[in-house]
Nanobody, 123 residues
């Protein structure tokens, strides 16, 4: 079983930065991703990374957010820079155990999810 626990959320002014962390346990995690859900909106993919370090980003965050993973420490990160009010959402970490997976931002590709951490960016 894979367990995921997010942390690092908070409230910042627009233009600020945050770093989210997701500690994962359980063997065999492969592709991992960050998703977000704003109030009243559907959950959307933000960034994803494969076990080989291939990354994928949503157009809305390219150049501002960076996904990375420390396999030895078993931590997934999301660096959020130049935050905008529209980045306000609950951010979720997700993972799968598919061998040789290609990173995707489709929710159905990830059976394991954390409970989320809130990010608020105010103007």
């Amino acid at each position: 079983q894979v367990q995921l626990v997010e942390s690092g959320g908070g409230s910042v002014q627009a233009g600020g930065s945050l770093r989210l962390s997701c500690v994962f346990s359980g063997a065999g995690t492969s592709c991992m991703g960050w998703f977000r859900q704003a109030l009243g909106k559907e959950r959307e993919g933000v960034a994803a990374i494969s076990s080989r370090g291939v990354t994928l980003y949503a157009d809305s965050v390219k150049g501002r957010f960076t996904i990375s993973k420390d396999a030895a420490k078993r931590v997934l990160y999301l660096q959020l820079n130049s935050l905008k009010p529209e980045d306000t959402a609950t951010y979720y970490c997700a993972a799968n155990r598919v061998a040789y997976c290609v990173p995707t931002m489709s929710e159905s590709d990830y059976p394991y999810w954390g409970r989320g951490t809130q990010v608020t960016s105010s103007s």
